[in-house]
């Protein structure tokens, strides 16, 4: 149940803050992101750059990068997912505890980028897990990491704690492990995870 | 730094009964290579590398080169007898024609060692050893023994073309897995059909995104 603007206003002004459950719960979650510390290709380049004095990461709560799965909220997919790395991808992504998050960061990560017709790249990393925010660029510029974040700060505070809509940790039906794809003689198997992945209508 | 040709002379004066010949590069370097009968290559190797005039201490590069099957088709004139009418009777007349002959040359794997010497500052040195065919006699030996920056190259070499190194230390797959069956980077190379997806095609892509459908619309209409 949300609060009315204009009383919330009013009564701030007396002094008094009213809040919802929901909305306290999600700005706790959405200010201590933490992400996993892990890159994979030059993109992980720009995610340093971010965290650092210049950019500052540390604004957004974000800056403690976690070099365990198991005590972080986010993975930034930050570069090339080889075909070999994808399946680890895969795994650290089913070891995070949830509620969890995904930024892939950059061309490859979205779609294989310029190396999409490679016989060892993987076409977009949310062929096997479910992606929160793209972002595109070659690599994209700290600022558009941190619109990433920005992006995904949104999205949280909109998740309603109930029905539909809910984050995955409050949903008991939810699926949270993710097939992890096997090594297969000519490519991984399966090719993506029927569940995630559709291949999207192209509108000409 | 000598020419190709003294090398070889050196090479065949210190190793008797080595398999030489040289391959020209016609482009304007003259980069002229040899190449080498694989027996021996382990012994002109360390010829190459302690000699004292030679000092082939660092091994730059190596490469691997797929030459696929190539059928050439050569005109030749062919002399056969044929019967003719002339002048109202039937002869034997001998008539040259020309023939189109194909024959296939068997492809073969190649690889390619580039060799500089730091000590006195000279080279490239071009190696070259081939192998008999590109399907089960692929056994080259391993030059990893003699200069060490071979090891990952060769262990690439293995992994993309299928060239197998006798003698390499730890022979694995270095970029693909190793339940992995294929060589990517030979030319026959059968990539799977994972062209479902593609926004934006354009030439070799945009056909394959065609094949893929038309793939699928088959076996949607065979069901």
């Not at chain 2, 008539?95 to 000590?119: C, D, I, M, N, W």
Request: glycine content about 6%.
């Amino acid at each position: 149940m949300a609060v009315d603007e204009n009383l919330k206003i009013e009564l701030g002004k007396q002094g008094v803050f009213v809040t919802t459950v929901e909305e306290l719960y999600n700005w706790g979650r959405r200010s201590s992101i933490w992400p996993m510390q892990f890159g994979l290709a030059c993109c992980a380049i720009e995610m340093i750059a971010t965290t650092m004095a210049r950019y500052d990461l540390a604004r957004f709560g974000a800056e403690v990068f976690r070099p365990s799965p198991r005590q972080a909220d986010m993975m930034i997919i930050s570069g090339t997912v080889t075909k070999k790395m994808a399946p680890q991808v895969v795994r650290l992504y089913n070891q995070m505890a949830e509620p969890k998050y995904v930024i892939a960061m950059g061309a490859c990560a979205i779609s294989g980028g310029p190396f999409k017709q490679g016989y060892n790249v993987l076409k977009g990393i949310d062929r096997y897990i479910p992606v929160d925010v793209h972002i595109p660029g070659c690599p994209p510029r700290p600022e558009a990491l941190l619109q990433a974040f920005m992006t995904l700060q949104k999205k949280i505070d909109a998740q309603p704690l109930t029905g539909e809509g809910r984050p995955r940790h409050l949903d008991a039906e939810a699926q949270g492990e993710f097939p992890v794809p096997v090594e297969g003689e000519h490519d991984l198997e399966p090719a993506s995870n029927k569940g995630v992945w559709t291949v999207p209508v192209v509108i000409r | 730094m000598k020419t190709v040709e003294e090398i070889k002379t050196a090479i065949e004066a210190a190793v008797p009964g080595v398999g030489l010949t040289i391959i020209p590069n016609p482009g304007p370097s003259g980069q002229h290579s040899l190449l080498l009968a694989p027996e021996h290559a382990a012994s002109v190797a360390k010829f190459l590398r302690d000699d004292a005039e030679f000092t082939l201490d660092f091994l730059s590069n190596v490469s691997g080169v797929d030459w696929p099957d190539k059928e050439i088709a050569e005109k030749v004139k062919v002399t056969r007898q044929v019967t003719k009418t002339v002048d109202g009777e039937e002869q034997s007349v001998e008539e040259t024609v020309e023939e189109v002959r194909k024959h296939v040359q068997p492809g073969f794997l190649e690889v390619v060692y580039h060799l500089y010497s730091v000590a006195k500052k000279h080279g490239p040195v071009t190696l070259r050893m081939r192998t008999i065919n590109r399907s089960d006699q692929v056994e080259l030996p391993s030059l990893t023994p003699i200069w060490r920056s071979a090891e990952f190259q060769e262990r690439e070499i293995f992994d993309l073309y299928g060239v197998v190194f006798v003698g390499h230390p730890d022979l694995r797959r270095l970029l693909m897995w190793d339940g992995f069956k294929d060589h990517p980077m030979r030319r026959d190379y059968v990539e799977p059909d994972d062209y479902e997806y593609e926004p934006t095609p354009h030439d070799s892509v945009l056909l394959k995104a065609k094949a893929h459908q038309a793939a699928v619309a088959g076996r949607e209409s065979a069901q």
